[in-house]
């Protein structure tokens, strides 16, 4: 294998760890500070990327004026889900099944809206690729990643240094404690759903500029995500990027010497390791 082969697939690597990092973001954040494994952030992703799609396409609205749009409203949806979670007392393993219920619920939503048909977005937004040297750096995906980057960074330092942050983490250790503090529990709760929300907004508007989209595929990306969001360690902003670059970095390596195939192979090896040998690290 050449080195301009092995450099361009450690290039693709990034690129795609940098979106598992994106769309696992909220996933991590809902785990860790709300007890709920949220399997329908994956509907709100392709949820985001069909409404992406229809406002930016035929729509005809610039793309960054329609993620401007996208991430409030799924704020919105963020919230009233966790407001309906909380309403009824929905604990963590309920969760699972509870939401991945929403998730075929959104699934068939998108059918009867957009068909289950394949669908693109064509736009000339940052089409093409810079050059350097023999290598390529696709503009739209070099966009993406500073976005998940960037938010990866700013949500670490707001759950670490404002008091937001600091009275999620006293919340988590003991509810009771902190809410005799003055914490509002709740209402943080509350807001953290909300921004988990925002942020799938933002993961599946990327995604409509970067794939073919198709109901179906929603499965596809739970393993993958989840792996970024274990490797990462729940609740950690930073971590959960740094896990998407090793496992998009893993993979694309892994193609280039073998099979696409084989692709999956090194990173959830990895996961299955770490979680024999080593589970308090997640």
Same mark, same amino acid.
């Given at each position: 294998?050449?080195?301009?082969?092995?450099?361009?697939?450690?290039?693709?690597?990034?690129?795609?760890?940098?979106?598992?990092?994106?769309?696992?973001?909220?996933?991590?954040?809902?785990?860790?500070?709300?007890?709920?494994?949220?399997?329908?952030?994956?509907?709100?992703?392709?949820?985001?990327?069909? #409404?992406?799609?229809?406002? @930016? $396409?035929?729509? *005809?609205?610039?793309?960054?004026?329609?993620?401007?749009?996208? /991430?409030? !409203? =799924?704020?919105?949806?963020?919230?009233?889900?966790?407001?309906?979670?909380?309403?009824?007392?929905?604990?963590?393993?309920?969760?699972?099944?509870?939401?991945?219920?929403?998730?075929?619920?959104?699934?068939?939503?998108?059918?009867?809206?957009?068909?289950?048909?394949?669908?693109?977005?064509?736009?000339?937004?940052?089409?093409?690729?810079?050059?350097?040297?023999?290598?390529?750096?696709?503009?739209?995906?070099?966009?993406?990643?500073?976005?998940?980057?960037?938010?990866?960074?700013?949500?670490?330092?707001?759950?670490?240094?404002?008091?937001?942050?600091?009275?999620?983490?006293?919340?988590?250790?003991?509810?009771?404690?902190?809410?005799?503090?003055?914490?509002?529990?709740?209402? #943080?709760?509350?807001?953290? @759903? $909300?921004?988990? *929300?925002?942020?799938?907004?933002?993961?599946?508007?990327?995604? /409509?500029? !970067? =794939?073919?989209?198709?109901?179906?595929?929603?499965?596809?990306?739970?393993?993958?995500?989840?792996?970024?969001?274990?490797?990462?360690?729940?609740?950690?902003?930073?971590?959960?990027?740094?896990?998407?670059?090793?496992?998009?970095?893993?993979?694309?390596?892994?193609?280039?010497?073998?099979?696409?195939?084989?692709?999956?192979?090194?990173?959830?090896?990895?996961?299955?390791?770490?979680?024999?040998?080593?589970?308090?690290?997640?």
């Amino acid at each position: 294998m050449s080195a301009t082969l092995l450099g361009q697939s450690i290039l693709s690597g990034i690129f795609s760890g940098s979106l598992y990092a994106l769309l696992g973001l909220g996933l991590t954040l809902s785990w860790r500070y709300l007890k709920i494994i949220n399997l329908a952030h994956f509907a709100f992703i392709f949820l985001a990327a069909y #409404l992406t799609y229809q406002l @930016a $396409g035929p729509g *005809g609205l610039p793309p960054l004026l329609v993620i401007a749009l996208v /991430a409030p !409203l =799924f704020f919105v949806l963020g919230y009233a889900q966790q407001a309906f979670l909380d309403h009824f007392k929905v604990d963590e393993f309920a969760s699972i099944i509870i939401t991945f219920g929403m998730t075929i619920l959104a699934e068939a939503f998108i059918q009867w809206i957009w068909s289950a048909d394949f669908v693109r977005l064509e736009t000339h937004f940052l089409r093409g690729s810079w050059e350097l040297g023999p290598f390529f750096l696709p503009k739209q995906e070099m966009l993406m990643s500073a976005a998940a980057l960037a938010l990866c960074l700013l949500t670490a330092a707001f759950l670490r240094f404002t008091w937001v942050g600091k009275a999620l983490r006293a919340g988590l250790d003991n509810p009771q404690i902190a809410a005799s503090f003055g914490v509002p529990n709740k209402k #943080l709760s509350l807001l953290i @759903a $909300g921004i988990a *929300g925002a942020l799938a907004g933002v993961g599946g508007s990327f995604m /409509a500029l !970067l =794939f073919t989209l198709a109901p179906s595929q929603i499965y596809s990306w739970f393993g993958v995500v989840l792996a970024a969001v274990l490797l990462g360690r729940i609740g950690s902003a930073t971590g959960v990027f740094a896990a998407g670059l090793l496992i998009g970095v893993s993979e694309a390596i892994t193609m280039a010497v073998t099979a696409p195939a084989w692709a999956p192979l090194a990173p959830f090896t990895l996961l299955i390791l770490i979680l024999v040998f080593w589970p308090e690290r997640v």
